[in-house]
């Protein structure tokens, strides 16, 4: 007996769960945030979200002698509130109706799911991180989509162009606006708001030990900052820059580990770095027109971009606990509750089709900047 598109969209809804879960668990860094559970779910009101940034600690000490002592001060201004706005983006595809004639019995249903919603849900999930990582996702309009590459901007549709998270640059030198707030190299900059970052110059990852080093310094000097939320947790590199790493540890390689995917299935492989795991990305390209060719910046002999002509490379270094997620959305029925959330079906008109969409509003920030960092030139080879 044919398939008919009522009785996909059922198994396809059965689905939705396990494949939302998926695109958590898809990604170390949405999984982490998940786990602390720094979501919020179904943000209504405003059409952006604003949210508190404190960049050190909020009051002053006074000592007490006499016991008439004036309070020397009960708040130091170091607060100031971040904002950023939630894309909408639909993910839509067709399904003939043809293909639904044919289809008879579960393994052909089976099939279906894979073909068309499974491989929509996946591509959809890749095209996301794509744009985290690089910033180049204007080839696939996903480019509302936060990104942590500083050279690259991203546009959520709120006629704003918001600059990517981490810069390359020494911290005096940070300028741009991340999240509505200016940097602290800026003119009228916020103090404490910036992200750590060190560099390496062509061939320095191999060369006494420079290339750990440097990640030694970004690492401890994130995790000094937001102490409380522990340190560095997180680590994502080109594929590049991790064997370099693991080839620089030669014989000290002490704990490996994996990253669980769908059914347990490991579909990432990581080293641990002091406490932080790091994972290869396998969508972050340095070599991609997203990342720029001319910085400046500290820690090594000379300045080297993620992009320069000779390796370039880069790791990204993250303590999760500053990061959060939200979607935008509450009627499952309607607008959808955002998160890769399945519409349909829907009859095309004039053809013999039927369409399903994808819908996601979903946002991610940083609320202690200065707790993240990044090394640059980490692909240089040896």
Request: charged residues 20%; aromatic residues 10%; negative net charge.
């Amino acid at each position: 007996m044919p398939t008919s598109a009522d009785v996909l969209n059922f198994a396809t809804q059965k689905l939705i769960p396990k494949w939302t879960e998926q695109f958590f668990q898809f990604h170390p860094v949405l999984d982490k945030i998940v786990l602390r559970g720094n979501i919020e779910k179904a943000h209504t009101g405003a059409p952006y979200l604003e949210f508190p940034v404190v960049t050190n600690g909020p009051g002053a000490v006074t000592r007490i002698e006499t016991g008439s002592e004036v309070y020397s001060s009960t708040r130091r201004t170091v607060g100031t509130r971040g904002r950023l706005y939630c894309p909408r983006m639909i993910y839509s595809y067709i399904i003939p109706g043809k293909d639904l004639a044919e289809a008879s019995g579960e393994t052909a249903i089976a099939r279906l799911l894979k073909v068309y919603p499974e491989a929509a849900m996946m591509e959809f999930h890749e095209m996301i991180v794509n744009q985290m990582v690089n910033g180049n996702g204007s080839t696939d309009n996903v480019q509302g989509f936060m990104t942590l590459n500083g050279d690259a901007s991203y546009d959520t549709g709120s006629g704003l162009t918001e600059n990517g998270v981490m810069e390359y640059n020494a911290t005096t030198s940070q300028s741009n606006t991340v999240f509505n707030i200016a940097k602290e190299g800026a003119a009228s900059g916020t103090t404490g708001w910036y992200n750590q970052y060190r560099t390496l110059d062509g061939n320095d990852f191999p060369t006494n030990g420079l290339g750990r080093k440097m990640m030694r310094e970004v690492y401890w000097e994130g995790s000094m900052q937001g102490k409380a939320g522990g340190p560095v947790d997180l680590m994502l590199g080109d594929i590049v820059s991790y064997n370099n790493y693991y080839d620089d540890l030669d014989e000290q390689v002490r704990f490996a580990t994996s990253f669980q995917g769908e059914k347990g299935r490991p579909v990432r492989q990581g080293l641990l770095f002091q406490e932080a795991e790091f994972y290869v990305e396998p969508s972050l390209d340095t070599t991609l027109s997203a990342f720029g060719t001319t910085d400046t910046g500290s820690g090594s002999t000379s300045e080297y971009h993620p992009n320069a002509a000779s390796g370039g490379g880069l790791i990204y270094f993250l303590k999760t606990d500053t990061w959060h997620m939200y979607t935008q959305g509450e009627n499952s029925n309607l607008e959808t509750k955002g998160d890769f959330a399945v519409r349909g079906p829907t009859k095309v008109p004039g053809q013999d089709a039927w369409e399903w969409e994808v819908v996601l509003g979903m946002q991610l920030y940083c609320d202690r900047l200065n707790a993240n960092g990044v090394v640059t030139g980490t692909a240089t080879l040896p």
